[in-house]
């Protein structure tokens, strides 16, 4: 498959089986991503019996919650530091620390140890979320650069569902997160140890992929970057010679990349890194990782029985990969702009008939005096049909392509930062749901999911005036 590259004489823009496999190879951090980020989802209710945490539910929430205040900090270092030290470094570093913390959950001794293990994934879930789309972006050919970006979202998702499927599997075989298995350790300690495998797979792959030749050029060490475009590209001498020529253009500068690049002529950032910042915002506020950090204890709470509960979480992952797939199959046909506006119709009407579902909750009392919600009639298979079809919608718009455009809408001496400030917008307000979603849940699920709504429909109205299609451009056609 060969397309015309604009602006080099003579050249033809191919889709190698290099190009991509050095993709999926950089997307491997985005599955530790998923796996870390969800793994705690099967093990929340057994930490809160294990450390006392029943009656603490702010710690209890802050412990499921501190990886995202990590993830921000990882996000906001890992730009800078792989202008720095380049890509493949960076991505050995979130490895490191995906293995360490993975070990550190599993064998915790108290909450308060367990935090900081969490906090030190989190650093490595952030470094991930910057590293893999800034990588994919600028290795893969612009006619394909959509899809191939959107393996860090199918990765994504990809962990999510392994981690929801390899806690339900544990679960199952100890009869329950909070009994003993292997070695005498809960099966809870068991959901984060697996966490080891992936992060030494994902080690190994990235000692094996090139640099990204834009961070070689910016080094100047044009020809390692020749040699990386030929290989990865599979262009002529003088194509790629053009190319490393088009790229110094853009990177051409007397001082080193720095976060003061992010701000414009006034004492404020440059538009284009609010859109990205935005992006990221929204991606969020709609509610999605609700789902997927508390649907276990959710589905629980409205009459679902533990064993199901995990069944549905599993079938809702698996849902998300699925659409994810649809996702990367239309990206590069449909175009990044339309499929965010369908996407977020499809979650305001969703999250809205999850509204109104919950709204017709019955409580029941305990012996305990505990008040638990249970959807009378057939309210609760409409809020499980909704709940999917709302993870359909994200999955097919707004999870990857929002990682799309901030791996590719940046010109490249600004990239790799402001993809920093964008990710790390990204998880502040994804910290911000996660620990305000049960002080809502307290007040009522139609208010949590009626607010959600509302931001959907905001993100509708921001797409449709802010964001720039970006569909088969270069990297280098990309300005602030």
């Keep these: 498959m060969t397309d015309p590259t604009p602006g080099a004489p003579g050249s033809r823009e191919k889709t190698t089986a290099k190009a991509i496999l050095i993709s999926i190879v950089a997307a491997v951090g985005g599955f530790l991503f998923g796996f870390d980020s969800s793994v705690i989802n099967g093990a929340v209710d057994a930490l809160n019996d294990q450390f006392g945490l029943q009656d603490s539910p702010l710690l209890s929430g802050f412990a499921v919650a501190v990886a995202l205040l990590g993830s921000a900090v990882g996000a906001w270092f890992a730009g800078p530091f792989a202008d720095r030290y380049g890509r493949v470094r960076v991505m050995l570093i979130a490895a490191a620390l995906f293995a360490i913390s993975s070990i550190g959950s599993g064998l915790a001794f108290a909450v308060w140890d367990l935090i900081i293990w969490r906090f030190l994934a989190g650093v490595g879930i952030g470094i991930a979320s910057v590293i893999a789309p800034a990588y994919i972006a600028e290795i893969a050919p612009a006619h394909i650069r959509g899809r191939l970006a959107s393996l860090q979202q199918m990765a994504i998702v990809l962990g999510i569902f392994v981690a929801l499927l390899s806690d339900a599997l544990l679960a199952?075989?100890?009869?329950?997160?909070?009994?003993?298995?292997?070695?005498?350790?809960?099966?809870?300690?068991?959901?984060?140890?697996?966490?080891?495998?992936?992060?030494?797979?994902?080690?190994?792959?990235?000692?094996?992929?090139?640099?990204?030749p834009r961070y070689l050029v910016a080094k100047g060490r044009m020809e390692e970057a020749s040699r990386v475009l030929a290989n990865v590209l599979g262009q002529s001498v003088e194509s790629v010679q053009h190319k490393v020529g088009e790229i110094a253009e853009t990177l051409r500068r007397e001082d080193k990349p720095s976060l003061r690049d992010l701000r414009g002529s006034a004492a404020g950032l440059r538009p284009i890194v609010w859109v990205g910042i935005l992006l990221s915002v929204f991606q969020q506020f709609v509610g999605i990782?609700?789902?997927?950090?508390?649907?276990?204890?959710?589905?629980?709470?409205?009459?679902?029985?533990?064993?199901?509960?995990?069944?549905?979480?599993?079938?809702?992952?698996?849902?998300?990969?699925?659409?994810?797939v649809v996702a990367i199959l239309i990206v590069d046909k449909v175009g990044r702009k339309p499929m965010l506006l369908g996407g977020s119709a499809g979650m305001v009407v969703t999250l809205a008939i999850m509204a109104i579902a919950f709204s017709q909750a019955v409580i029941t009392v305990g012996e305990d005096g505990s008040e638990t919600p249970n959807l009378p009639g057939p309210w609760g298979p409409i809020a499980l049909v909704a709940a999917n079809l709302y993870v359909v919608a994200f999955a097919v718009s707004w999870g990857p392509v929002v990682w799309v455009l901030l791996g590719e809408m940046f010109p490249n001496w600004l990239r790799a930062a402001a993809l920093s400030v964008a990710a790390a917008a990204q998880w502040i307000a994804n910290f911000l749901i996660t620990v305000s979603f049960q002080a809502l849940a307290d007040i009522g699920l139609t208010l949590a999911y009626g607010l959600y709504a509302l931001f959907a429909l905001l993100s509708f109205l921001f797409v449709s005036k802010y964001v720039q299609e970006t569909k088969g451009k270069e990297l280098e056609e990309m300005v602030a």
């Design 172 to 212: 199952g075989v100890a009869g329950g997160a909070a009994n003993t298995f292997w070695l005498g350790l809960e099966a809870w300690r068991w959901m984060f140890l697996v966490g080891i495998i992936p992060s030494v797979i994902y080690a190994i792959l990235a000692l094996r992929i090139p640099e990204s």
């Design 289 to 324: 990782n609700v789902i997927f950090y508390y649907s276990t204890t959710l589905w629980q709470a409205v009459g679902f029985s533990e064993s199901d509960s995990f069944l549905a979480s599993v079938i809702n992952s698996l849902v998300n990969v699925l659409a994810t």
